[in-house]
């Protein structure tokens, strides 16, 4: 039995079409709100993907009618699961828990598309900005509702919605707590590709299959590249590039490419 085929507390897991690792937030009583089940089943799956040379592109999205709500509020209100114990305890549950995801996605190099089926509130808005692009409809719904809660985002929101939206639009978010939706959530920026509601799926796979038609290595590179250059400075960013450089350049996928293009067909990469 693969990997994959294993049950994962509320998630869904699914291959398609060899090289695309459909990965479905599965609690939707609770609008995909997330749990510590879900915490250890996510980070679980994404670490095994990122080591799985087959799986060339992630897609992440939400059961039913929400791409994720955030935190469970009714297990805020009662102080159970991962809202137990005191300031310190509290301090020590958010470390060791939600934040497992921040750090899990922030080190892997598969390219991860967001497919921001329906609401994405709290920290669910902040898993959407932890993934490389985000896809979205006339449903999508987007939300830094924590100040609303009397809360701050604790998963990492500050760090991740600026560096989608850039720092005027992410205050704007966080100190309104406005929700934004559809196409104005596109123009907004938090929306890479809009598509229509019943096209959504399908355009998703399409644009997972272009990026998994790519040179696989190169894509992690360039992925693992683009989050070093915008966090140091030149010369860290020009020393990374010639490593990885002269990996790539010396790669079976690379003189595939060369070779391809030389007789006028599509190249078959192997991630070698």
């Known amino acids: 039995m693969s990997f994959y085929e294993n049950n994962f507390s509320h998630l869904e897991v699914v291959i398609k079409h060899s090289h695309q690792l459909w990965v479905t937030l599965n609690n939707p009583e609770q609008m995909n709100a997330i749990t510590n089940a879900m915490i250890e089943s996510l980070v679980s799956v994404l670490k095994h993907a990122d ?19 955030g935190g469970d509020i009714k297990a805020m209100e009662e102080k159970s699961g991962m809202f137990e114990g005191e300031s310190n305890e509290l ?11 921040p750090r899990c996605l922030e080190e892997i190099s598969t390219p991860i598309i967001a497919l921001v089926n ?5 920290a669910g808005c902040d898993l959407a900005m932890m993934c490389d692009l985000r896809v979205g409809s006339e449903l999508s719904k987007f939300g830094e509702t ?15 919605l600026q560096r989608v939206v850039g720092y005027s639009k992410a205050i704007q978010m966080f100190l309104t707590a406005e929700i934004i939706e559809g196409e104005k959530a596109h123009q907004f920026g938090l929306l890479n590709f809009y598509f229509p509601f019943k096209d ?48 790539t350049q010396r790669s079976s996928d690379h003189f595939e490419a060369l070779l391809a293009f030389k007789e006028k067909r599509n190249p078959k990469f192997k991630s070698e």
């Open 146 to 160: 924590f100040t609303r809660m009397g809360l701050v985002p604790g998963d990492g929101g500050t760090f991740f």
């Open 118 to 122: 329906g609401a994405a509130i709290g």
């Open 200 to 247: 959504i799926v399908a355009e998703t796979e399409k644009l997972a299959a272009t990026i998994a038609g790519l040179a696989p290595i190169a894509q992690s590179m360039t992925k693992k590249a683009m989050k070093i250059s915008y966090l140091h400075d030149l010369h860290t960013s020009l020393d990374t590039l010639a490593s990885f450089q002269g990996i």
């Open 51 to 69: 080591f799985d040379k087959n799986i060339r592109v992630i897609v992440l999205t939400g059961a039913q009618k929400s791409f994720c709500a």
């Open 91 to 101: 301090r020590n549950r958010y470390m060791h828990g939600i934040q497992q995801i």
